[in-house]
């Protein structure tokens, strides 16, 4: 199976952002983070949380994960797709630098709403 792409799963949340629910950029910056998390070079405790987290299928920790899932606007089955394939790839580097940007881009984005 193909990896997919992170745009098809991420672009259009940040793009398609209503100013009314700030909330939505907020859910996606724990998703990214965790996925940036689970990818790390070199295991620690957060790498193994975060993998954790998103292969979760019942549960308190399955709840949480659904839940900030449908804040963000993404599809929590699609996400938790994509993270397994992403954490069990040869080289996750590609995909880590394109989440840092996604983080750079809602970061930015905040920034901008907070001055205007």
């Not at 949340?13 to 950029?25: A, K, L, S």
């Not at 994960?65 to 590609?94: L, T, W």
């Given at each position: 199976?193909?990896?997919?792409?992170p745009?098809?799963?991420?672009i259009?949340?940040?793009?398609?952002?209503?100013?009314?629910?700030?909330?939505?950029?907020?859910?996606?910056?724990?998703?990214?983070?965790?996925?940036?998390?689970a990818?790390?070079?070199k295991?620690?405790?957060?790498?193994?949380?975060?993998?954790?987290?998103?292969?979760?299928?019942?549960?308190?920790t399955?709840?949480?994960?659904?839940?900030?899932?449908d804040?963000?606007?993404?599809?929590p089955?699609?996400v938790?797709s994509f993270?397994?394939?992403?954490?069990?790839?040869e080289?996750?580097r590609?995909f880590?630098?394109k989440?840092?940007?996604?983080?750079?881009?809602?970061?930015?984005?905040?920034?901008?709403?907070?001055?205007?």
């Amino acid at each position: 199976m193909k990896i997919k792409d992170p745009d098809d799963i991420f672009i259009d949340p940040i793009i398609q952002y209503d100013r009314r629910y700030p909330e939505r950029r907020l859910y996606l910056a724990v998703i990214l983070q965790a996925l940036l998390d689970a990818t790390r070079i070199k295991g620690n405790i957060n790498k193994r949380r975060a993998t954790s987290w998103f292969q979760c299928s019942i549960g308190v920790t399955c709840d949480n994960f659904e839940f900030i899932c449908d804040h963000a606007g993404v599809n929590p089955g699609y996400v938790r797709s994509f993270a397994y394939e992403v954490i069990h790839s040869e080289d996750p580097r590609s995909f880590r630098y394109k989440i840092t940007k996604y983080k750079r881009m809602i970061a930015k984005e905040e920034e901008k709403n907070e001055e205007g």
